[in-house]
């Protein structure tokens, strides 16, 4: 158990719907990471928060959106969803800012299918 | 800018077979080198880690050396169990910058 909670972690919709995943980070760390994860692809980053302040942005679709909140959990919005927004999000957290030598910890992922 | 290449899957090995995946990585800093496992249905696990030049990092039976003249980080061992099927992700760290690889699946059989 990585100590991150991911909910749902099952989803179908249909196109056109919204969804929020949520993330609620390790106790005490600071930084929210999100990744998607397609069939057969690698993981793509998506988007960091550090103490509820966006820190990095990757490859995420203006269609989807994050936040994180006083708190320290995270929501990953995704609007007008497409049959390719399918995939596994994976939410990520951190203690560190700025040291290169921590590893992420991983929660067990939130599946998304659109039909 | 900084970036991680891994070996192509599919691996599939025999029980007990030698296991290496290669992995090499560009980077302007100088990065913390991770390799995180993803067994089936399941989220990322860190596996091994190292943090500077010359490090080995070592966990179940699995390792890897960061080597700075060659910028790789091969993961290696000697001997594997059906146990160890899974998706191998190789990954460095700069700042606050984490890059992975694209993945390797490896297959053992009995």
């Known amino acids: 158990d990585s100590g991150v909670t991911q909910t749902p972690k099952h989803l179908i919709t249909a196109t056109g719907q919204r969804v929020t995943l949520r993330c609620s980070p390790r106790s005490g760390d600071l930084s929210v990471y999100w990744y998607q994860q397609s069939l057969d692809q690698g993981l793509q980053f998506l988007i960091q928060y550090y103490n509820g302040e966006e820190r990095a942005k990757g490859n995420i679709l203006e269609r989807f959106s994050a936040q994180q909140f006083p708190d320290l959990h995270s929501e990953l919005n995704l609007s007008s969803l497409e049959l390719g927004d399918s995939a596994l999000y994976f939410c990520?957290?951190?203690?560190?800012?700025?040291?290169?030598?921590?590893?992420?910890?991983f929660g067990e992922g939130s599946r998304l299918t659109v039909l | 800018g900084d970036s991680v290449t891994q070996m192509e899957g599919p691996v599939t090995l025999s029980e007990e077979a030698f296991l290496t995946i290669n992995c090499t990585y560009t980077a302007t800093g100088y990065p913390s080198l991770f390799w995180y496992v993803q067994y089936p249905g399941e989220g990322l696990q860190l596996l091994l880690k190292?943090?500077?030049?010359?490090d080995k990092g070592s966990n179940k039976g699995f390792e890897a050396t960061y080597r700075k003249e060659t910028t790789s980080f091969h993961l290696e061992k000697g001997s594997v169990q059906v146990s160890d099927s899974a998706v191998y992700f190789c990954?460095?760290?700069?700042?606050?910058?984490?890059?992975f690889g694209a993945g390797t699946r490896l297959t053992v059989k009995p």
């Open positions: 990520a957290s951190s203690a560190y800012r700025g040291v290169n030598t921590g590893e992420l910890f």
């Open positions: 190292a943090t500077k030049a010359d």
């Open positions: 990954a460095l760290r700069v700042n606050n910058d984490m890059r």
